[in-house]
């Protein structure tokens, strides 16, 4: 039995980057000899195991066959024959086909050295057509390694275009397509994950919602994205501002953003920043004058409640704004909302105001800080950033 470094580890470590994880194959073994060595079995769908003491990853070398539709539709052959060669073969792109043994000995049979050099996003063979998970992490990697001037081949870019046109990206699950994307949108360049799925097609058949508001808002999306990431922003800002569907969203906007968060089971959190911020961008960038519109809108906002997220969306509308060169309620608002909160409602209700009226009194106070912290504000015309 002979086991060898695959995948991330061995690329990344010859592009000088840091290496996360490490995933391992055996050639030459069966899964009782693996367990004889005190590996503790933990694949669903394939032969893997994890290390008694590294707890890496360890996978028995396998060949595969499609026999269904998606990226589970495979039957494996994972036996002692299998050789190092066939297994590389089944993996994606070249530069993640590489192998090292234990003497750091490089096996490189689909010269993926070659296409690292060239910053080259190859497939391995035809096979990539099987799986249309590897549409989306091409277009991942695309995000993570732009900046080393990585560029996807054009017969690569080719057959990912054909996979969107067989159709078989209607296979995919909506988790694996959310997983991919949350983590897209972790990396340097998470634009160029939206411009490469939107590129070959299969943005507009996964995410029809933000291909359509792409092309309606002139990927001002995008480059908001791209601020974002410049300013490194989290990725719950970012999936706020890549998926605005408009300036001045009408219900049916909402209800497509709506749509589109439910079919990839969008996180909460995700989802509520991205709806609100959609919802409540006219009056975040043209915020009221007026001390009782004000207070509606930070209630509307739940700023009372939720001051954290408020700040998130201020941070969202105050980015955009700076796209579009206009201003937006400052963050400052927050610090409204902070006096607000210790208003001493016990002190009012020892003045005998109770029920109702104790509801309106505090309400009168709020407005009043309201009016206050307007009047500190620069006068029209300057900013309010
Ligand atoms: P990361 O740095 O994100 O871990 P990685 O390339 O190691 O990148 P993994 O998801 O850890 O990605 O997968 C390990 C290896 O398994 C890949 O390098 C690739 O060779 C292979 N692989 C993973 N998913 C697929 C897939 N859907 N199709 C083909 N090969 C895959
Ligand atoms: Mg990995």
């Known amino acids: 039995m002979k ?15 840091g290496v996360k994880d490490r995933d391992w194959v055996v050639v030459g073994a069966d899964a009782r000899q693996m367990e004889a060595e005190g590996f503790k079995a933990v694949g669903r769908d394939f032969p893997v195991f994890l290390h008694p003491k590294t707890r890496e990853e360890y996978a028995l070398a396998r060949t595969e066959r499609k026999s269904g539709h998606g990226y589970t539709g495979f039957e494996f052959h994972a036996a002692p024959d299998v050789t190092l060669e066939e297994d590389l073969l089944r993996r994606d792109l070249t530069i993640n086909a590489m ?4 003497s750091g000995q490089l096996i490189d049979p689909y010269q993926g050295a070659r296409d690292l050099e060239n910053r080259c996003l190859r497939h391995v063979s035809a096979a990539f057509a099987e799986d249309p998970l590897r549409v989306l992490r091409v277009a991942r990697f695309c995000a993570r390694y732009h900046h080393l001037g990585f560029h996807i081949a054009e017969e690569t870019q080719a057959l990912m275009g054909a996979m969107v046109e067989s159709g078989e990206l ?6 694996r397509v959310w997983q991919e994307t949350l983590s897209a949108l972790g990396e340097p360049d998470a634009d160029h994950y939206f411009k490469v799925l939107s590129d070959c097609g299969a943005l507009g058949v996964l995410m029809p919602e933000i291909e359509v508001a792409l092309e309606r808002l002139q990927q001002l999306p995008l480059r908001a994205l791209r601020l974002a990431q410049e300013q490194a922003l989290p990725s719950l800002h970012r999936f706020a501002l890549v998926s605005l569907q408009s300036l001045a969203a009408t219900e049916e906007d909402c209800t497509a953003l709506q749509r589109l968060a439910e079919r990839l089971r969008v996180p909460q959190e995700f989802r509520e920043l ?3 911020f959609n919802r409540h961008l006219p009056e975040l960038h043209q915020p009221a004058s007026q001390a009782e519109s004000l207070w509606q809108l930070l209630e509307q906002l739940d700023g009372l409640r939720r001051p954290q997220r408020l700040q998130q969306l201020l941070e969202c509308a105050r980015l955009l704004g700076e796209l579009l060169q206009c201003s937006s309620l400052p963050t400052s608002v927050l610090g409204l909302l902070e006096q607000a909160r210790s208003i001493d409602a016990r002190a009012l209700m020892q003045q005998g105001i109770q029920g109702a009226a104790l509801g309106e009194a505090l309400r009168q106070r709020r407005i009043e800080l309201a009016r206050q912290w307007i009047e500190q504000q620069p006068r029209q015309g300057a900013s309010h950033g």
């Not at 086991?3 to 980057?17: E, S």
């Not at 209607?170 to 988790?175: D, I, K, M, S, T």
């Open 170 to 175: 209607a296979h995919l699950v909506p988790e």
């Open 3 to 17: 086991t060898y470094l695959v995948g991330g580890a061995v690329r990344d470590a010859m592009l000088g980057l």
């Open 99 to 102: 192998a090292m043994d234990e």
């Open 274 to 276: 991205a709806l609100m």
